[in-house]
Each structure stands twice: as structure tokens, then as C-alpha cells.
């Protein structure tokens, strides 16, 4: 019997949620968007910035300094 890979660049398996979805899911565990961050997250939008791009401006900007 043959197994059964994926290609290397296929999606990974799961659900992909949206900002609002995401949103009330936090809210029911008490965490809640700041302003700062929202506002970070709208000038992303504007300029179009790719995930990879959002997650280095995020992690220099609120990531844990060793």
C-alpha cells in the first residue's frame, strides 16, 4: 500500500477565521483589540502589507525584548 503525502507548498488542514469572528471568540475569554493594535491593523489594511510583513512590524513593535 502507497502513502499518501501532500505536496510541499499545500495548505495546511484547519479553519481560517476572520478579525471579527476572531474578535468575539476573545471577547469571551476577556481579551479585548487596544486601540494602538487596531490601529495598527488598519494601517495594514491600507497598505496592503502581506501576513508575513504584519507579523515582523508586530513582533519589533509588541514582541518581548531579551
Same mark, same amino acid.
Given at each position: 500500500?502507497?502513502? %499518501?503525502?501532500?505536496?510541499?507548498?499545500? @495548505? #495546511?488542514?484547519?479553519?481560517?477565521?476572520?478579525?471579527?469572528?476572531?474578535?468575539?471568540? +476573545? /471577547? %469571551?475569554?476577556?481579551?479585548?483589540?487596544? @486601540? #494602538?493594535?487596531?490601529?495598527?491593523?488598519?494601517?495594514?489594511?491600507?497598505?496592503?502589507? +502581506? /501576513?508575513?510583513?504584519?507579523?515582523?512590524?508586530?513582533?519589533?513593535?509588541?514582541?518581548?525584548?531579551?
Amino acid at each position: 500500500m502507497t502513502s %499518501v503525502t501532500r505536496p510541499p507548498n499545500s @495548505p #495546511a488542514k484547519g479553519h481560517i477565521i476572520g478579525r471579527r469572528r476572531f474578535a468575539k471568540i +476573545s /471577547a %469571551v475569554e476577556g481579551i479585548h483589540v487596544t @486601540p #494602538a493594535v487596531a490601529a495598527d491593523f488598519e494601517k495594514f489594511d491600507n497598505q496592503n502589507l +502581506s /501576513a508575513a510583513e504584519r507579523r515582523k512590524i508586530l513582533l519589533l513593535k509588541y514582541g518581548k525584548r531579551r
